[in-house]
C-alpha cells in the first residue's frame, strides 16, 4: 500500500496567515492526489485534485502543487471559514490511501 | 444538484451487524463508482471499498475482506454497505463518496460525499 505522510499534523494559525501542508507519498504518484476539508458534522469536500486542479467553487486562495512524491496545500491566506481538518489522499492506486491529516486550528 | 443522503446514525452491540445506506440523486447513479470511507474517533481517514452501480463488482481493502458487503439497488440509486462482527473498534462515522475523474486529468476525486453516518458499537 502507498504510504501518505501528512505533516504538520496540527498548526494554529491567525486569519491572514499564509499556511502550509505538506504531504509525502512512499512512492511516486505521479500527479494523483487530493485535498479535502472535513468540519464536524459536514460532508467532507474536495478543494484540490490532480495535485493543482481547483475544485469548482473553491476559494482562489486554496492552491496545490507537487508531482512525483512530495506535494503542498496552501492557503495563502487564512479566513475564519478555513478552520477545519485538511487531508491528503492518493488516487494511484488501490487501495486509496490518505494522510493523517492536519487540524488548523485559531491561534 | 448532485447529491449523497445517508441513513440516521446506528447504536449496535458488538458482534452485530450494520448496514448504511446511500442514496444517489441529481446524476446518473449507474455511471460512477461509489467509495465507502470511515473515521474513528481522533483518527484519520480510511478507504473501505468501491463498488460498480452498473455492475455491481466490488473491491474492498484487506482490513475489511470478509466483513464489508457491499450492494446496491439500481431502482432506487442506492448504494449499502453492511459491516458484520462489530466490534468497539468499528466506532466510526461511515461515509459513502462518488468517484469523479476527468479526461485530461490524472486520478480521481471523490465528489460529492454523503453527509456521515455515526455507527457507535456498545454493549
Known amino acids: 500500500d502507498i504510504q501518505m505522510t501528512q505533516s504538520p499534523s496540527a498548526l494554529s494559525a491567525s486569519v491572514g496567515d499564509r499556511v502550509t501542508i505538506t504531504c509525502r507519498a512512499s512512492q511516486s504518484i505521479s500527479n494523483s492526489i487530493n485535498w479535502y476539508q472535513v468540519k464536524p458534522e459536514r460532508a467532507p469536500k474536495v478543494l484540490i485534485y490532480s495535485a493543482s486542479t481547483l475544485q469548482s467553487g473553491v476559494p482562489s486562495r486554496f492552491s496545490g502543487s507537487g508531482s512525483g512524491t512530495d506535494f503542498t496545500l496552501i492557503i495563502s491566506s487564512l479566513q475564519p471559514d478555513d478552520y477545519a481538518t485538511y487531508f491528503c489522499q492518493q488516487s494511484y492506486m488501490t487501495p486509496r490511501t490518505f494522510g493523517q491529516g492536519t487540524k488548523v486550528e485559531i491561534k | 444538484q448532485v447529491q449523497l443522503v445517508q441513513s440516521g446514525a446506528e447504536l449496535k452491540k458488538p458482534g452485530a451487524s450494520v448496514k448504511v445506506s446511500c442514496k444517489a440523486s441529481?446524476?446518473?447513479?449507474?455511471?460512477?463508482?461509489i467509495n465507502w470511507v470511515r473515521q474513528a474517533p481522533g483518527r484519520g481517514l480510511e478507504w473501505m471499498g468501491w463498488i460498480h452501480p452498473d455492475s455491481g463488482g466490488t473491491d474492498s481493502a484487506q482490513n475489511f475482506q470478509g466483513r464489508v458487503t457491499l450492494t446496491r439497488d439500481t431502482s432506487s440509486s442506492t448504494a449499502y454497505m453492511e459491516l458484520s462482527r462489530l466490534t468497539s473498534d468499528d466506532t466510526a462515522v461511515y461515509y459513502c463518496?462518488?468517484?469523479?475523474?476527468?479526461?485530461?486529468?490524472?486520478?480521481?476525486?471523490?465528489?460529492?460525499w454523503g453527509q456521515g453516518t455515526l455507527v457507535t458499537v456498545s454493549s
Open positions: 441529481g446524476y446518473t447513479f449507474t455511471d460512477y463508482y
Open positions: 463518496a462518488r468517484v469523479v475523474a476527468l479526461a485530461g486529468q490524472e486520478g480521481s476525486w471523490y465528489d460529492p
